[in-house]
């Protein structure tokens, strides 16, 4: 529900403290009609004046400003009205007190009278405006009015009651958007002007600077505003730029007076007004549908980061698009793909990981051969010859000598298949076996100190493979498309007419790692046969090294996805990630809008543990899982 719902009709009854450089007094009647009828909280970081502030009133507000003597002023009329006004009925309108009150140096001062010095200067100065040097000095001269307002007692009490409403900040206008934007939440944005004239330079009027490059800045941010939901308006001169930047939405301009320049024949320009509606999240739902009973067919797994609980979820999305070929990119376990394939698409899947490539070639590009049981058996047999690698080099680290030499029997006599389909069937079979001996199913650890004497570790070897057999063969069916599995790095692969794009990447995490090779190097040495490889012989768990990957960081991680995006910009991108994962979610949308028109953010309600550092224990059940989406 909308914190705060807006009388368009009721006349401005608070007055802004500061006439202000580019103080928006006189475009309040273009500008109110423009606010939203209801919305969450008020934003506003470039305050200023604080006319439109003002004029709404809001009662949930965040105000801010870079300029620490102003946002002292705001602070203290909110809070200490009665010791400003105090302060305030002391000046007296003479150039002696002018100057000697603006030789004080403010932050010496108690706050409630450097709240009234900034006032008292505002009103007493020449044309009223607020204007510092690049020591951040104040530095207008005396006006020489007759008969200033120095103390408006009822405005400023008005203006107090307003502004105890609202949060006041003194930061940098980023960081106020980034912490506090929300769906729903209306933000105003006056930053200063782009020049317009030879001579017109609005940065001027604070110690920051405000630069082209800026307003380009601003412009991203903002975009990301809109595509997070929320409702902006944004004031600025009437330069070719400002049309640039905003060109996808509603420009108007305004003719307008300035009261600036000491030259009046120079006081009249032109504004703008960018009115950037919330970004309308109506293509894509989520609707949850139960899977074929295909499905279910395949042999469930322990893999980490398996998404075969999200499997009705990633599909309501994608059944969404009239698709035909869709790319699993990061197959991992294979079970995405495999789900794509019944739902009858044409499917690749690819992953840099051996195992992976496996499973996918087993399940998902196999339309049709099986493993005869009494095929699998013979596997089982030793009389053939074997090189005794695991054996030698695994001894007493995983599985008995028995064990180790039956897994040696098997690589051997898989080796030696011809048919393509029923080695991986096998070799699938074999790395599944594997992984059910182990407990926990990983091989970051020797032994077996977390036998929790579960039936599968009960089970003989022999016996693990044929069930595993038997379960694979049970997955292989036709859906009538040409799939393929592919063994690769995502950055190479190359492909025709991708309809669409399935992105499953490693995600990178401070409180967690996303090796996959240090938790499965055993079984994935399996997959290759240890080929390519050179096994760390000084380590406990006899590991090789993990595969370079760019999401081992978080600079690479965003370089990744942005390479990614960019390969892939002819498809349909749908991205799963997490809430604990960087790049951030604002920066994924931002990235995937570089290359899609189209960029949603699709929640989905499930948490699950992750990490196996002590700082991710704190952690657990507490990600939040998404869906990016751009087409």
Same mark, same amino acid.
């Given at each position: 529900?909308?914190?705060?719902?807006?009388?368009?009709k009721?006349?401005?009854?608070?007055?802004?403290?500061?006439?202000?450089?580019? %103080?928006?007094?006189?475009?309040?009647?273009?500008?109110?009609?423009?606010?939203?009828?209801?919305?969450?909280?008020?934003?506003? !970081?470039?305050?200023?004046?604080?006319?439109?502030?003002?004029?709404?009133?809001?009662?949930?507000?965040?105000?801010? *400003?870079?300029?620490?003597?102003?946002?002292?002023?705001?602070?203290?009329?909110?809070?200490?009205?009665?010791?400003?006004?105090?302060y305030?009925?002391k000046?007296?309108?003479t150039?002696?007190?002018?100057?000697?009150?603006?030789?004080?140096?403010?932050?010496q001062?108690?706050?409630?009278?450097?709240?009234?010095?900034?006032?008292?200067?505002?009103?007493?100065?020449?044309?009223?405006?607020?204007?510092?040097? #690049?020591?951040?000095?104040?530095?207008? &001269?005396?006006?020489?009015?007759?008969? &200033?307002?120095?103390?408006?007692?009822?405005?400023?009490?008005?203006?107090?009651?307003?502004?105890?409403?609202a949060?006041?900040?003194?930061?940098?206008?980023?960081?106020?958007?980034?912490?506090?934007?929300?769906?729903? *939440?209306?933000?105003?944005?006056?930053?200063?002007y782009? /020049?317009?004239?030879?001579?017109?330079?609005?940065?001027?009027?604070?110690?920051?600077?405000?630069?082209?490059?800026?307003?380009?800045?601003?412009?991203?941010?903002?975009?990301?505003?809109?595509?997070?939901?929320?409702?902006?308006?944004?004031?600025?001169?009437?330069?070719?730029?400002?049309?640039?930047?905003?060109?996808?939405?509603?420009?108007?301009?305004?003719?307008?007076k300035?009261?600036?320049?000491?030259?009046?024949?120079?006081?009249?320009?032109?504004?703008?007004?960018v009115?950037? !509606? /919330?970004?309308?999240?109506?293509?894509? #739902?989520?609707?949850?549908? !139960?899977? &074929?009973?295909?499905?279910?067919?395949?042999?469930?797994?322990?893999?980490?980061?398996?998404?075969?609980?999200?499997?009705?979820?990633?599909?309501?999305?994608?059944?969404?698009?009239?698709?035909?070929?869709?790319?699993?990119?990061?197959?991992?376990?294979?079970?995405?793909?495999?789900?794509?394939?019944?739902?009858?698409?044409?499917?690749?899947?690819?992953?840099?990981?051996?195992?992976?490539?496996?499973?996918?070639?087993?399940?998902?590009?196999?339309?049709?051969?099986?493993?005869?049981?009494?095929?699998?058996?013979?596997?089982?047999?030793?009389?053939?010859?074997s090189?005794?690698?695991?054996?030698?080099?695994?001894?007493?680290?995983?599985?008995? *000598?028995?064990?180790?030499?039956?897994?040696?029997?098997?690589?051997?006599?898989?080796?030696?298949?011809?048919?393509?389909?029923?080695?991986?069937?096998?070799?699938?079979?074999?790395?599944?076996?594997?992984?059910?001996?182990? !407990?926990?199913?990983?091989?970051?650890?020797?032994g077996?100190?977390?036998?929790? %004497?579960?039936?599968?570790?009960?089970?003989?070897?022999?016996?693990?493979?044929?069930?595993?057999?038997?379960?694979?063969?049970?997955?292989?069916?036709?859906?009538?498309?040409?799939?393929?599995?592919?063994?690769?790095?995502?950055?190479?692969?190359?492909?025709?007419?991708?309809?669409?794009? $399935?992105?499953?990447?490693?995600?990178?995490?401070?409180?967690?790692?996303?090796?996959?090779?240090?938790?499965?190097?055993?079984?994935?040495?399996?997959?290759?046969?240890?080929?390519?490889?050179?096994?760390?012989?000084?380590?406990?768990?006899? #590991?090789?090294?993990?595969?370079?990957?760019?999401?081992s960081?978080?600079?690479?991680?965003?370089?990744?996805?942005?390479?990614?995006?960019?390969?892939?910009?002819?498809?349909?991108?749908?991205?799963?990630?997490?809430?604990?994962?960087?790049?951030?979610?604002d920066e994924?949308?931002?990235?995937?809008?570089?290359?899609?028109?189209?960029?949603?953010?699709?929640?989905?309600?499930?948490? $699950?543990?992750?990490?196996?550092?002590?700082?991710?224990?704190?952690?657990?059940n507490?990600?939040?899982? $998404?869906?990016?989406?751009?087409?």
């Amino acid at each position: 529900m909308a914190d705060h719902i807006v009388d368009k009709k009721r006349t401005v009854q608070v007055k802004p403290i500061l006439k202000w450089a580019g %103080g928006k007094t006189q475009m309040l009647n273009d500008l109110l009609p423009k606010v939203p009828s209801s919305y969450g909280k008020y934003i506003e !970081p470039f305050f200023g004046g604080g006319a439109m502030f003002f004029a709404l009133q809001p009662k949930n507000a965040i105000i801010a *400003d870079s300029n620490p003597e102003l946002i002292n002023m705001y602070r203290e009329v909110a809070a200490n009205i009665d010791e400003v006004i105090r302060y305030l009925r002391k000046y007296e309108n003479t150039s002696e007190m002018f100057y000697a009150v603006r030789e004080q140096e403010w932050t010496q001062l108690p706050k409630a009278e450097a709240a009234a010095r900034t006032i008292f200067l505002n009103r007493t100065c020449f044309n009223g405006l607020y204007r510092v040097n #690049k020591q951040g000095k104040f530095n207008v &001269p005396y006006g020489k009015y007759s008969n &200033p307002k120095i103390c408006d007692e009822d405005g400023l009490k008005a203006a107090s009651e307003a502004l105890k409403k609202a949060e006041i900040l003194c930061g940098d206008y980023l960081l106020v958007l980034d912490h506090y934007a929300q769906p729903g *939440d209306f933000v105003f944005l006056d930053p200063p002007y782009l /020049p317009i004239s030879e001579y017109a330079d609005f940065k001027r009027y604070t110690k920051e600077q405000f630069y082209e490059e800026d307003h380009v800045e601003l412009a991203k941010i903002i975009m990301r505003l809109h595509e997070r939901g929320c409702h902006i308006i944004l004031t600025n001169s009437n330069h070719p730029l400002v049309h640039e930047l905003y060109a996808p939405f509603t420009i108007d301009v305004i003719q307008t007076k300035r009261h600036i320049s000491c030259n009046g024949s120079t006081r009249k320009g032109e504004d703008v007004i960018v009115t950037i !509606p /919330p970004k309308q999240q109506t293509l894509v #739902k989520l609707n949850p549908q !139960p899977m &074929p009973q295909q499905v279910s067919s395949y042999p469930p797994t322990r893999f980490m980061g398996s998404k075969s609980k999200l499997l009705s979820e990633i599909w309501s999305v994608v059944a969404q698009f009239n698709v035909n070929t869709v790319v699993d990119l990061f197959s991992g376990s294979g079970v995405v793909g495999y789900m794509l394939k019944a739902q009858g698409k044409a499917v690749i899947s690819n992953d840099y990981m051996a195992m992976s490539a496996t499973f996918t070639k087993a399940m998902v590009e196999n339309n049709s051969v099986t493993l005869p049981l009494d095929e699998a058996k013979t596997l089982l047999d030793g009389r053939k010859v074997s090189d005794h690698f695991v054996a030698d080099t695994f001894k007493g680290l995983y599985y008995s *000598d028995e064990e180790n030499d039956l897994i040696d029997t098997l690589r051997t006599n898989i080796a030696a298949m011809k048919d393509q389909y029923k080695r991986a069937i096998a070799m699938t079979a074999l790395i599944r076996a594997c992984i059910k001996k182990r !407990p926990r199913g990983i091989f970051t650890y020797t032994g077996h100190r977390y036998d929790d %004497g579960r039936q599968d570790l009960k089970k003989t070897l022999s016996q693990q493979f044929l069930e595993a057999v038997e379960a694979v063969n049970k997955a292989v069916f036709d859906n009538g498309k040409i799939n393929c599995s592919k063994y690769g790095d995502a950055m190479d692969l190359r492909v025709d007419n991708a309809d669409l794009v $399935y992105i499953d990447p490693p995600y990178y995490s401070p409180l967690s790692d996303n090796e996959y090779v240090r938790r499965y190097h055993f079984v994935e040495g399996l997959a290759r046969d240890w080929k390519g490889v050179e096994i760390q012989e000084h380590t406990q768990t006899k #590991k090789f090294k993990s595969y370079p990957t760019p999401f081992s960081t978080r600079k690479g991680a965003t370089d990744a996805f942005d390479k990614l995006f960019k390969k892939f910009a002819n498809s349909i991108l749908v991205v799963s990630y997490s809430s604990n994962s960087q790049p951030t979610q604002d920066e994924m949308v931002a990235i995937m809008a570089k290359y899609k028109e189209h960029v949603e953010v699709i929640p989905i309600d499930y948490k $699950y543990s992750f990490g196996n550092q002590s700082e991710a224990k704190t952690h657990r059940n507490s990600v939040q899982e $998404y869906l990016f989406v751009g087409y």
